[in-house]
C-alpha cells in the first residue's frame, strides 16, 4: 500500500503535469513492450514496436524489470521540461547515487561490466545508457501517430482534473482519481507492491498522467524536493473504421477530392477523378488548401495538388 500523508500546505501545492514526461512516457513503455496488458491500447504499438526493435537493449532489461524498483534517476523531474532537459540531469546523475540505486535493483548484483561501470560512474557506461534510451524512444514511441495519441490522451486527463478541481477544488481533484488512487483525508492511497509512507511535510505534490503506465500508479523509491506520483489515464476505445465517417465530416464531394489528390493530381485530372469540372475542383482544392489539408504549387500552366500530413491522417 502506497500511503501519501498531505498537510494542509501540501494541498495548496497540488500541480497537474502540463504535458506527458518524455522520460516517464520511455521508461513505462518498456513495461508494456514486454507483457500483454490492454491489447486494445498497447497491442498494435506493440506488435509494430517489436518488428522495428527485436529485443530491448541489455541495459534497459538489466535496470528495468518487467515488475518492481528500477531506479529513480532514470525519470530525474527535469524531464517536464523536455527530453533533452531530462537526459542531461540524467548524465549528470552524482556517482554515490548511481552505485546506490544500481545495487538496489534486481540484477544490481550481478558482475557484469557494464553495469559494475555504472555503479562505478564511469561516463561510458552512463553514455551507452543514455544512447541506448534515445534510440529506444526513437523507434519505439517517438513515430507521429503514437506521440499524438500519448499527448490526446494526457490532454483529455488534465481537462477532466481541471473540471474536478473547479468543481470541487483540491478535495474533488483528490477524489476524482478513484479508483487509482484513493483518498481518505488527510492520506491518498493506492494499491502498491510494497508499502510506503511518504510524508511531503509542505512541499506539495505533482500529479503526472501517463499514457504508458498502469495498473498501478508509481512514485520515486526515496524522497525528493516534491513528491511525484505517475498514475495511469484512462484510454479512450480507438474508433470503429468506417468508410463513410470522412464524407459526413467534409462532404461526400470533398472526401472523394481528397481521396483523388492521394499521391499528387494537377487541377484537371482532379476534375476528371471526382466528376466535376476544373473550376469546380479547383475551388475545392482551395477549401482543402485553406484548412490545411493539401498543398498547391504552379508548375508552369498546370497546378499540382498534394496531401498535407494532416490531409493523409484524415484518410482511412
Known amino acids: 500500500m502506497l500511503r501519501i500523508h498531505l498537510t494542509g500546505e501540501d494541498l495548496t501545492r497540488i500541480r497537474v503535469a502540463e504535458r506527458p514526461d518524455p522520460l516517464w512516457e520511455t521508461v513505462l513503455s518498456t513495461h508494456r513492450f514486454r507483457d500483454r496488458r490492454s491489447p486494445h491500447v498497447y497491442g498494435a504499438w506493440r506488435q509494430s514496436a517489436r518488428r522495428r526493435i527485436g529485443a530491448l537493449p541489455v541495459t534497459l532489461r538489466a535496470l528495468i524489470p518487467r515488475t518492481g524498483y528500477f531506479p529513480d534517476f532514470l525519470n530525474p523531474p527535469q524531464s517536464q521540461e523536455g527530453w533533452d532537459s531530462g537526459m542531461e540531469a540524467l548524465r549528470s546523475t552524482p556517482r554515490r547515487r548511481l ?6 535493483t534486481e540484477t544490481g548484483a550481478v558482475g557484469t561490466g557494464w553495469l559494475e561501470g555504472l555503479a562505478g560512474g564511469e561516463r561510458e557506461a552512463v553514455e551507452r545508457l543514455a544512447t541506448d534510451l534515445d534510440r529506444y524512444r526513437r523507434t519505439a514511441i517517438l513515430d507521429d ?19 474536478h478541481l473547479l468543481a470541487g477544488g483540491a478535495q474533488g481533484l483528490l477524489e476524482g482519481l478513484r479508483p487509482v488512487l484513493r483518498w481518505n483525508p488527510p492520506v491518498l492511497e493506492a494499491a502498491y507492491p510494497v508499502a510506503r509512507d511518504v510524508r511531503p511535510g509542505g512541499r506539495g505534490l505533482l500529479l503526472v498522467p501517463s499514457f504508458f503506465c498502469g495498473p498501478r500508479p508509481v512514485t520515486y523509491a526515496e524522497d525528493g524536493e516534491t513528491t511525484v506520483v505517475v498514475y495511469p489515464v484512462e484510454h479512450a476505445l480507438p474508433a470503429p ?16 477530392v481528397l481521396r483523388c489528390i492521394g499521391d499528387g493530381v494537377t487541377t484537371g485530372e482532379l476534375a476528371r477523378c471526382v466528376g466535376v469540372s476544373p473550376a469546380s475542383a479547383s475551388q475545392h482544392a482551395r477549401v482543402l488548401r485553406d484548412a490545411g489539408l493539401v498543398r498547391s504549387v504552379r508548375r508552369g500552366s498546370e497546378v499540382l495538388h498534394t496531401l498535407t500530413p494532416l490531409g493523409t491522417d484524415l484518410l482511412p
Not at 552505485?99 to 538496489?104: A, D, K, L, M, Y
Not at 501517430?145 to 473540471?163: E, G, Q
Not at 473504421?241 to 472526401?255: H, N
Open 99 to 104: 552505485g546506490r540505486e544500481v545495487r538496489r
Open 241 to 256: 473504421e468506417d468508410p463513410g465517417a470522412l464524407a459526413r465530416l467534409l462532404g461526400a464531394t470533398r472526401a472523394r
Open 145 to 163: 501517430a503514437v506521440w499524438a495519441r500519448v499527448h490526446a490522451d494526457v490532454a483529455a486527463d488534465r481537462a477532466l482534473r481541471a473540471r
